[in-house]
């Protein structure tokens, strides 16, 4: 075992004593026992963490009770919602490298022999699969479930971005106070990730259909006695898997990312998992060029639409896709399709991907459609590329209306959210136009900020169905509409979208994934010759540090 090193021969003695004041070895015959790592992410700042230190307990239980001993440590974590439209957002997707390098330095200096990960939210879910590429011993992730959807006093279901959506209905007169005191304190009923599919559920789901979690990963709820029962049997398969020497990238190959991908745009996730998937195969060692979401798209229908998505009737949450099958009836439906999956697949369960899905099929078909009957043929995440973006652009196309396919309009250039946001709210946006956001990507913000404030002020306001946005930044997961992010190269590179001048002509295709800005390559050239970068924000610090060393969104935003 890998944890021989540290407890095995007279001259580890000093090392055994430790372990011992631990009070985690208990027994001569717990020397002989697989050590585990329990990687928990609870922190009181973030909802879909409060209850995390109850799930280590279970773990740590199941994992002795299975033969293992168990060792429990922390990360870091960022909550979106709460770091939204401020200073604050500028550590969110930095947090995700530092909780990669944390998870590593823990598992591999102490010579775990497994790990179990317990992470939730935001950063938190891909930071720690980063990290356990890098450490590559057995590994499970169990999540702490989502949040069951608010109720607002006529019942209708509400979530978080009902009440970021709110603050632009009141800016714009459309709601009054008390309706905005309503959704503040109706909209988030209980602990968990955000209910419907934004950035923590989607990667949640994506660990079930990369074989990395247990069915029921990303759709059990927090609240519900199911995700007690399957957090024990996460940490008891994981012993399973160590006496099977089934390590994280025998799992995370290629194809599992392939089969994460195209759950992913099954499903319409968070523009943010194009960011995170990327970054784990940069990790696993996997090649993985962003076209490649594309290619996957193009054969994987939309099956379902997923709050912030409208599917034309109502906005579904996570209990509902649980309640209709979860991410197994999604793979299921995926499965009926010769070339989507690969179901050969390897997952933790011991099966391959197949022999899971094996006659799974959704059981509420207006959740969660059939195969034969998609919302649309082509997958609900795009990438787009064009003058504007030689280096790609993503967007939840899934999430846009039909109107909004295609777009021609005269740039609003701003350099940073705040300046965009003020020029909203001022009335200065007009119909038509686009909205440009720059100095917002990963070095250039630093920090790639998620911008639901301001896209969500735009959804409350009559204007919101009528302009595009266009940025280097990112988004949440709850962004719907017309907005285009991760713009490649960044702005602080010197990319296109630095050039861009007040009414420049900025047309989009999404049907044919285009993102081109109208002006002559020889004007072009001329004002890249004239671009100076702009200074740095930091001079010490994380983000100075983090500044110095990030790629851009097409390299999925890790430190080179």
């Not at 930095?94 to 022999?113: G, K, N, W």
């Not at 609240?223 to 390590?247: D, G, I, Q, W, Y």
């Not at 290619?295 to 379902?304: D, K, M, S, Y």
Request: with cysteine; glycine share 10%; net charge negative.
């Amino acid at each position: 075992m890998r944890s021989d090193t540290i407890k095995r021969g007279i001259e580890r003695a000093p090392h055994r004593s430790l372990l011992r004041a631990t009070g985690q070895v208990r027994s001569a015959d717990d020397w002989d026992k697989p050590f585990v790592a329990v990687c928990n992410s609870y922190v009181d700042i973030i909802p879909g963490h409060v209850h995390l230190q109850e799930l280590g307990r279970v773990v740590k239980e199941a994992v002795r009770r299975a033969g293992g001993v168990p060792f429990e440590f922390n990360t870091i974590g960022v909550d979106d919602g709460i770091v939204m439209g401020h200073e604050g957002m500028r550590y969110s997707l930095p947090s995700r490298e530092l909780i990669a390098d944390a998870v590593e330095t823990m598992v591999r200096a102490h010579c775990f022999d497994a790990l179990i990960c317990i992470p939730n939210c935001d950063k938190i879910v891909p930071g720690m699969l980063m990290g356990a590429a890098r450490a590559n011993v057995p590994t499970i992730f169990v999540s702490g479930g989502p949040m069951p959807a608010g109720r607002d006093r006529s019942g209708e279901a509400i979530d978080l971005i009902s009440v970021f959506e709110g603050v632009g209905a009141r800016a714009a007169g459309a709601i009054d106070d008390a309706r905005l005191e309503e959704l503040e304190t109706r909209a988030c009923p209980a602990c968990g990730s955000c209910s419907g599919m934004f950035t923590a559920n989607s990667m949640n789901c994506l660990c079930e259909a990369i074989g990395i979690a247990l069915p029921g990963n990303g759709t059990i709820l927090a609240t519900s006695p199911e995700r007690h029962a399957l957090v024990a049997r996460a940490a008891t398969r994981l012993l399973a898997l160590v006496k099977e020497n089934v390590c994280f990238r025998d799992i995370v190959t290629a194809d599992a990312i392939d089969n994460a991908v195209a759950l992913d745009v099954a499903m319409g996730g968070s523009t943010n998992t194009i960011l995170h998937v990327l970054a784990l195969a940069h990790e696993a060692g996997v090649d993985y060029p962003l076209a490649r979401f594309n290619e996957i798209a193009e054969r994987t229908p939309h099956l379902a639409k997923i709050s912030p998505a409208w599917d034309g009737t109502r906005q579904w949450h996570m209990q509902d896709v649980h309640a209709a099958g979860g991410v197994p009836a999604i793979l299921g439906e995926l499965a009926t399709q010769p070339g989507v999956l690969h179901l050969d697949a390897r997952t933790v369960t011991g099966a391959t991907l197949g022999e899971m899905l094996d006659g799974v099929r959704t059981c509420n078909p207006a959740c969660i459609r059939p195969a034969t009957n998609p919302h649309a043929a082509r997958g609900a995440l795009a990438v787009l590329f064009g003058t504007l973006a030689p280096e790609g652009a993503v967007v939840k196309v899934g999430a846009v209306s039909q109107h909004e396919m295609m777009f021609r309009g005269p740039a609003r250039v701003f350099d940073g959210e705040e300046a965009a946001t003020a020029a909203v709210l001022d009335g200065t946006i007009q119909r038509g136009d686009v909205i440009v956001v720059r100095q917002e990507g990963p070095r250039g913000g630093p920090g790639m900020r998620e911008m639901l404030a301001l896209t969500s002020l735009l959804k409350g306001m009559p204007i919101g169905e009528h302009v595009a946005l266009v940025t280097d930044g990112r988004f949440s997961g709850g962004t719907r509409g017309l907005c285009i992010g991760h713009v490649s190269p960044e702005s602080a590179e010197g990319g296109p979208i630095a050039l861009l001048r007040d009414g420049d002509v900025i047309h989009i295709d999404l049907g044919a994934r285009v993102l081109d800005v109208d002006v002559p390559a020889d004007e072009l050239a001329r004002r890249r010759r004239a671009f100076t970068p702009p200074p740095r924000r930091y001079a010490r610090g994380w983000l100075s540090r983090y500044e110095r060393l990030v790629t851009n969104a097409s390299m999925g935003a890790v430190l080179s």
